[in-house]
């Protein structure tokens, strides 16, 4: 039986009901799309994994900025009077007073909290920009289209393709038809911006011209994996819920998807839920992999310890620095118990990267009360 989820992401392969989209810079000399794109989980049909030197494309971060097409993701546009309160009604993050600009992103849950949708956000003006895979557009419009009723808002599909900037000069990049400057980004700062479809090969031609090099999706994905930010079609599932992946949640003065602090919205209780009375039973993490294993594992294989399924691996990446390198979503149960493996017939050895193990979730003032409810007893 086909799960809500899997209708909900719908086949990897289907962008929209128009012909897959095929970005201009495919056809820069060397450039490769992932093998096997449109079955793949990750988001990566379409544009350039790589220029014909991977490993060279995330080491040119040394030496200046470079520019990832991620022209593939699809941008609606949220507009009208009554667009910021229409939004926070309905997403987990707090818009509703985001009058000047704001740049974060924000999910959709159901009921129960489990990420149905997670889209980069852009509001300035009132006026609101969502990014977010193809394959999630259908029926995140149609979600949003549904829950208009009375509200004064208009929802409309553009044709922007988004450009990532990836830097570690800390250099604002403008053009285009607005600039997301992504945060928790800090080592490179990654600034997303939103170009025409129709101008991609010009922006990118005059960001080279002016000292810049193309990167591939692949160098971006490197970048991603070590930030600890999911995919959602390839590193979370169908249980998934904020808390499992901490770059989501707001914390500290950095902004990921999940406000704490707003009303309520759709899966609201369980992130409240989990945020004041416990831990999420599985989380996110950075893995090193084997780089002497001679069959690399991929997306969906399982994570055993001691010969126990504990989790499943997303993002597989080879890193410049780390060699290959993975997200996987694992049991807590199973952190710091031992050796991980991966795979079943050519298993390979895993550990995980203490640094992506977050330092900070939260004081848990919901558990603190009720402790000191049964100390009266």
């Known amino acids: 039986m086909i799960s809500d989820y899997a209708r909900m992401i719908g ?27 449109a079955t793949s989980p990750l988001d990566a049909r379409g544009v350039a994994w790589h220029y014909g030197d991977p490993l060279g494309e995330q080491r040119a971060l040394s030496s200046g900025p470079v520019l990832v097409d991620r022209s593939h993701r699809r941008v609606l546009r949220v507009s009208g009077p009554d667009a910021p309160a229409f939004l926070n009604n309905l997403l987990s993050q707090k818009l509703d007073d985001a009058t000047s600009a704001f740049t974060g992103s924000a999910l959709d849950l159901d009921m129960q909290g489990h990420i149905l949708h997670h889209v980069g956000v852009h509001g300035e003006g009132g006026t609101f920009h969502l990014d977010m ?45 607005y600039v997301r400057v992504v945060p928790g980004w800090d080592d490179p700062r990654r600034f997303d911006v939103a170009v025409e479809r129709g101008a991609v090969s010009e922006y990118a031609e005059e960001f080279v011209r002016t000292g810049g090099r193309l990167a591939g999706l692949m160098a971006f994905t ?18 998934s819920i904020p808390h499992e992946a901490p770059a989501l949640i707001n914390r500290g003065g950095r902004i990921g998807a999940v406000h704490l602090d707003k009303g309520c919205y759709r899966g609201q209780e369980t992130v409240a839920r989990v945020e004041n009375l416990g831990r999420s039973p599985r989380l ?44 996987a979503l694992l049991k807590r149960s199973a952190i ?10 050519a298993p390979v050895s895993a550990s995980i990267d203490p640094d992506s193990l977050p330092a900070d979730e939260g004081e848990k003032a919901g558990r603190r009360a009720v402790e000191k409810l049964r100390g009266h007893r």
């Open 11 to 37: 086949p990897v392969n289907v962008t929209s009901a128009e012909n897959p989209y095929r970005s201009p810079l495919l056809q820069r000399p060397g450039a490769v799309e992932l093998p096997d794109a």
């Open 133 to 177: 895979p193809a394959t999630q557009l259908p029926t995140f419009e149609d979600f949003l289209r549904r829950m208009v009723f009375w509200s004064d808002v208009e929802i409309t599909r553009t044709d922007l393709g988004i450009l990532t900037v990836l830097t570690r000069s800390g250099e604002a990049h403008a053009g285009g038809a």
């Open 222 to 239: 490197a970048e991603r994996v070590r930030a600890g930010e999911p995919e959602l079609g390839a590193d979370l599932d169908e249980k």
């Open 284 to 327: 996110l993490v950075l893995l090193h992999l084997d780089g002497s294993a001679p069959v690399e594992p991929t997306t969906g294989s399982e994570v055993t310890l001691g010969g126990r399924v504990v989790g499943r691996l997303g993002t597989v990446v080879h890193d410049a620095d780390y060699g290959p390198v993975a997200l």
């Open 336 to 345: 710091g118990r031992g050796d991980l493996t991966v795979g079943g017939e």
